[in-house]
């Protein structure tokens, strides 16, 4: 698992627990490409800036085909969930 994160120190969690964190962010395509090399699947957050989405994810889209993903991507529209409290 991989995730990504525009700010690696707020991804320290993720990283603790052991899954590689790499910088990116969705409205640089040449860090996201580096970021999605050699994923097989790909979960996409929807950005929170209203007005760049269809822009950001389009970038993360065309990073991911770049990247060889085999799988179809999978979407989430809920740019703001909050973690569970259990």
Not at 19 to 42: C, E, F, K, M, S
């Amino acid at each position: 698992m991989v995730a990504r994160a525009r700010d690696l120190n707020r991804a320290s969690d993720l990283a603790a627990q052991g899954i590689t964190v790499r910088p990116a962010d969705y409205d640089d395509p040449a860090r996201l490409n580096a970021a999605l090399r050699g994923i097989q699947r790909l979960l996409l957050i929807s950005g929170s800036e209203v007005g760049r989405r269809v822009q950001q994810h389009r970038n993360v889209i065309v990073a991911a085909v770049r990247a060889s993903s085999s799988s179809p991507t999978r979407a989430s529209s809920t740019p703001t969930a909050r973690r569970s409290a259990s």
